[in-house]
């Protein structure tokens, strides 16, 4: 079954930082563009950015901006979600997964249209 992994959770303070890694060893990242989503206990999963084959980069969740950066290294068939200035809202557990369809970021994160889901890893911000 094909499935990414996702590490580089943990807790960490308001205002700290945490850079999340998404990588598999059975196939090449750099032939898909690659979404970082959240899941808060309770509630739906959500699309926070995407990296395209190309590089191109989208922000889908406003408060992202600025604060996320979404990279790839293909040499290590990795791509990172660096998360500068974390706040308690960040908590949750955060999962990368495929987008199926093509090889730019869509205009939308519909969940469907993504595969090889990870288990996520767990983001907690907490004084």
């Known amino acids: 079954q094909l499935q990414v992994v996702e590490s580089g959770g943990g807790l960490v303070q308001p205002g700290g930082s945490l850079r999340l890694s998404c990588t598999t060893s059975?196939?090449?990242?750099?032939?898909?563009?690659i979404g970082w989503f959240r899941q808060v206990a309770g509630k739906e999963r959500e699309g926070v950015s995407c990296i395209g084959s190309s590089h191109g980069v989208t922000y889908y969740d406003d408060s992202a901006k600025g604060r996320f950066t979404i990279s790839r290294d293909n040499a290590r068939n990795t791509v990172y979600f660096q998360m500068n200035g974390l706040k308690p809202e960040d908590t949750a557990v955060y999962y990368c997964a495929i987008f199926l369809i093509q090889k730019d970021c869509p205009a939308s994160m519909t969940l469907s249209d993504f595969g090889a889901w990870g288990q996520g890893t767990q983001v907690t911000v907490s004084s």
């Open positions: 059975r196939y090449n990242l750099d032939n898909y563009a």
